[in-house]
Structures are given as C-alpha cells and as structure tokens.
T-cell receptor, first 115, second 117 residues
Framework: DTEVTQTPKHLVMGMTNKKSLKCEQHMGHRAMYWYKQKAKKPPELMFVYSYEKLSINESVPSRFSPECPNSSLLNLHLHALQPEDSALYLC??????????????FGDGTRLSIL | AQSVTQPDIHITVSEGASLELRCNYSYGATPYLFWYVQSPGQGLQLLLKYFSGDTLVQGIKGFEAEFKRSQSSFNLRKPSVHWSDAAEYFCAVGAGDRGSTLGRLYFGRGTQLTVWP
C-alpha cells in the first residue's frame, strides 16, 4: 500500500479545460515533489516544495501551477494544456528536504490524457 | 555533475534464473544511491538504498545491491527471479540541487526486465 495518495488515477481533459491533480501524505514529510513521466522514460522533476514553500521550479510552463496548502497536501493546477503534456504525473515526499540520504516515497500517479 | 548510467535498456531472463542489473554513477562526493522498481500503471517503489557502511545492502523482495566505489557502480542482484519481478527498474543518486543542500534524485534511464516462464 502506497503512503502517498494521488487523485484522480486517470484524467482526460480538453486543451481548454481547467483541472487539478491532488496528492496527500500523512507521514509528516516536509518535502513534496511533482514529477512528469513519459512512457519508457525516467521521471522528470517539475517542482519541489520544502516546508510548504516552492523551492525548485524546473522551468515548467506556466500552464502548470503548483500549490501546497499545508504540509500534507500538494496540488497541481492545470490549464490550457497541450497534447504533449499527456503523461503520468507522480507525486513524492521525503522526510527532510535537506537530507538527500532520505528516500522519496512515490504515489501511484495520475495518468493524464489531453485531447 | 551528477549522472547515472544504466547501460541495459532491456533484459530478459527465465524464471528462476539469477539477475544482475547494472548501474554506474558519476558524483564527486559520497553518493546516496537508490534502486526503485515500477510496475505497469504504478508509481515507483523503493527497493533498497545505500549511503554508508556495509557495501552489500539488502532490500525488499529478495533484492540486494553492492556498492563498489572503485568502479562507481551500484548493481542490483537477485539470485532467483520470479515472474512478478517483471517491471522497470530505475537506479538513482540523491544529491544536492546544484550544490545546495536541497535534495533531489537523479535517475538513470531505466532497465525493463522481462521474465520468461
């Protein structure tokens, strides 16, 4: 059983829609991450939140907007996406943002399809 | 700069056979190394990690990995593969982001494992 919960599991949206992906963890972790993963590729880091503050933005287009309402929740707001944004979006968390030895725990992801 | 190389894109083994997946890393300091497994339609599950001490680390599902500093390698092994081990395997190094203390993972490209009955 995964300790990082992502909803929805699947999402199909048009290019003009607005939707949100949600991620929740109750392990008391203070770092949370969004990744994008295309088929047969490793995850690509998008955003890192450290103590609920955005700490890393990997030059992600503004049509992706992250939000961290509290230490347990992470959202990714989507607007005006392009077909190439279709991918598996993974959320992860780790205990302490400054300790690289601590592993990241991943959710099962949201499979996003843009029509 | 940090990098991880998994030289094998795809490996096929028979059920019951032994397995070794290769991983080489490039990192200037003490590496923090991880192996993750991803089954179809799922997220990444941590198999094992290394950051100090005994260079042979044990993980879940009967996997082990050996850290060899002289070869900059962290190969994953299993003595007898089960059909359920068929999945994508990612090696990763944990490092500070651009020299900072904020940690991030640098992934290899992954190795797809197929298991024949």
């Amino acid at each position: 059983d995964t300790e990082v919960t992502q909803t929805p599991k699947h999402l199909v949206m048009g290019m003009t829609n607005k939707k949100s992906l949600k991620c929740e963890q109750h392990m008391g972790h203070r770092a949370m991450y969004w990744y994008k993963q295309k088929a047969k590729k490793p995850p690509e880091l998008m955003f890192v939140y450290s103590y609920e503050k955005l700490s890393i933005n990997e030059s992600v287009p503004s049509r992706f907007s992250p939000e961290c309402p509290n230490s347990s929740l992470l959202n990714l707001h989507l607007h005006a996406l392009q077909p190439e944004d279709s991918a598996l979006y993974l959320c992860a968390s780790s205990q302490d943002p400054g300790r690289v030895r601590q592993p990241q725990h991943f959710g099962d992801g949201t499979r996003l399809s843009i029509l | 700069a940090q990098s991880v190389t998994q030289p094998d894109i795809h490996i096929t083994v028979s059920e019951g056979a032994s397995l070794e997946l290769r991983c080489n890393y490039s990192y200037g300091a003490t590496p923090y190394l991880f192996w993750y497994v991803q089954s179809p339609g799922q997220g990444l599950q941590l198999l094992l990690k290394y950051f100090s001490g005994d260079t042979l680390v044990q993980g879940i599902k009967g996997f082990e990995a050996e850290f060899k500093r002289s070869q900059s390698s962290f190969n994953l092994r299993k003595p007898s593969v089960h059909w359920s081990d068929a999945a994508e395997y990612f090696c990763a190094v944990g490092a500070g982001d651009r020299g900072s203390t904020l940690g991030r993972l640098y992934f290899g490209r992954g190795t797809q494992l197929t298991v024949w009955p």
